[in-house]
């Protein structure tokens, strides 16, 4: 709610619940992290057309050789159902571990006591756990919380543990189980809630990663896990500069206590921001974790910057649909303003890749339909404008007023697009990428064109370089382009109302044309 109105258009009618749902367009974009269940061409192309945009890369698991099978694998399905859609590469991070050398399972038992080392050679046990941590003990003190295991994986409890800090000693901490569970498999995560971890965000293996699979792939996109300070995003920014990578755009994952202590500041420095509401949700108290999404999203909301939540239908890991909970929260986050819902576990290793994709688009596309987007659109033209985004802005007020299809922008960087999406326009933004060939940038229409995937409601065209000082067939091109796309996509019919926006020279430009099917 913002000052008490509600963010669904009144009244909703029950008979438009028990009403089938439409087929059709979802402004939404779903990431999708692609892995054993979903890595082979026919899955990913059934992934695409389900409204996977981006596909993601988790390099803690795996190998870079793998990965690249599966990249392989998505550019020629790609190519076969003729749909564009970025590469984001997930950092590893500073991420505490436990490793299970032997594999066994570990049970523990409520109201047992295990002690937690930093000496990697003793053997994971009930008794015993070694975390990859030489400074656990100087961090946590009596009474805080830690948590290991592979709830973030499965969303289960039982595969996890709540553990109580009783004392430490030099490198040892003595805890008290909270909850019955059995540990199973070869590596376990350790959350320490609320506690600052002094460990490079930007580990060397992520480095070695960047340098190596993100520069021969020319990633669009960096997720940077466990982001917790400007700096951070300051120095992932140096060294693509010095891989020449500085083209590819960072999104802030925001995923502690000290992440949210830093989020104004991060933001300011982020091209995006991520939400991994699993460590969040183990960071903060339940009944905080609402409000965090809601105050995030709409500070990236007004900045003009994506907004991405993740863990939102983890049953269907396992399952063919949601819980009734997982559906309403995938709703409440449309409404909130998120730019797009990432799939961790339920594309990378659940049964239904494909399906968890069409469901989350299917719920996106509902919510979208009763969404009040007139006060999304007031609170955000409330704030101070540039020139360019006064004039984006009235793209989007014209565009509501003559109830136009589609708002199309000719852009050469992707920047115009951008500023029209910050206005949350009700209808998609067609956004006509034609790099001009005086530009000394290395990065290609293609390129520009898949980093704007993640931008809610803008779907990118890729039109034909242009040479300095666009011409009226340049124009008529590139809105050729734009109405054949949108028509062929089912969002334009004949006589429909488009909306258009550029830059010529210096000024920014509006006007409206109807699409007339020639």
């Not at 990965?67 to 859609?85: F, G, P, R, W």
């Not at 009734?324 to 995938?330: L, S, W």
């Not at 303003?337 to 799939?343: A, E, K, N, V």
């Not at 955000?380 to 020139?387: D, E, F, H, L, R």
Request: with cysteine; aromatic share 6%.
């Amino acid at each position: 709610m913002h000052g008490g109105q509600m963010l669904i258009e009144e009244p909703v009618r029950l008979a438009s619940v028990l009403a089938p749902s439409k087929p059709g367009f979802f402004l939404t974009k779903i990431v999708g992290t692609l892995g054993p269940k979903s890595r082979s061409i026919e899955v990913i192309e059934g992934c695409l057309l389900a409204g996977m945009s981006v596909a993601r890369f988790d390099f803690s698991w795996l190998s870079a050789d793998y990965h690249q099978e599966t990249l392989d694998n998505l550019k020629t399905a790609m190519k076969n159902v003729n749909k564009l859609c970025a590469v984001m590469l997930d950092t590893v991070g500073p991420e505490l571990q436990v490793h299970n050398t032997t594999g066994n399972p570990i049970e523990l038992k409520a109201d047992a006591h295990v002690l937690l080392t930093a000496d990697l050679s003793k053997i994971p046990s009930k008794e015993i756990l070694p975390i990859n941590f030489p400074d656990l003990a100087k961090v946590v003190k009596k009474g805080d919380t830690i948590f290991i295991g592979q709830y973030l994986f499965t969303g289960s409890e039982t595969t996890s543990i709540w553990l109580e800090v009783l004392e430490t000693v030099d490198q040892d901490v003595t805890c008290l189980v909270k909850n019955s569970a059995t540990l199973v498999g070869f590596i376990f995560i350790v959350h320490v809630c609320q506690a600052k971890i002094e460990l490079p965000t930007l580990t060397n293996y992520d480095k070695q990663v960047i340098s190596t699979w993100g520069s021969l792939n020319s990633a669009d996109l960096i997720s940077l896990s466990y982001t917790r300070c400007a700096d951070d995003v300051k120095e992932l920014r140096a060294f693509l500069q010095s891989e020449d990578l500085q083209k590819t755009q960072v999104y802030a994952k925001v995923e502690n206590a000290e992440g949210l202590e830093n989020f104004d500041e991060i933001l300011q420095e982020a091209d995006g921001i991520i939400l991994s509401r699993g460590n969040l949700g183990i960071d903060l108290p339940p009944e905080k974790v609402f409000l965090f999404q809601k105050s995030a999203i709409r500070k990236c909301n007004l900045a003009g910057k994506p907004a991405i939540i993740t863990r939102v239908v983890d049953s269907m890991i396992d399952n063919l649909r949601p819980t009734r909970a997982e559906a309403t929260d995938v709703a409440n986050a449309v409404l909130d303003g998120t730019d797009g819902i990432l799939l961790g576990a339920e594309t990378l290793r659940g049964l239904y890749p494909v399906e968890a994709i069409s469901t989350v688009g299917r719920i996106c596309a509902e919510a979208e339909s009763v969404s009040n987007q007139s006060i999304q659109f007031k609170v955000i033209v409330k704030q101070p404008m540039s020139y360019d985004e006064s004039v984006a802005s009235s793209a989007v007020r014209a565009a509501i007023k003559v109830k136009a299809a589609v708002i199309i922008v000719l852009t050469s960087s992707g920047k115009g697009a951008r500023l029209v999406a910050k206005y949350r326009p009700p209808v998609p933004v067609l956004a006509v990428v034609t790099p001009s060939e005086a530009s000394t940038s290395a990065l290609t229409g293609t390129a520009r064109a898949r980093q704007l995937l993640p931008v809610k409601g803008v779907f990118p065209v890729l039109g034909g370089s242009i040479r300095d000082g666009a011409t009226s067939t340049n124009e008529e091109a590139s809105l050729k382009l734009a109405i054949n796309f949108g028509t062929s996509a089912g969002i334009i019919k004949p006589y429909d109302r488009a909306v258009i926006f550029q830059r010529i020279g210096d000024s920014s430009i509006v006007k409206i044309i109807e699409c007339n099917g020639s």
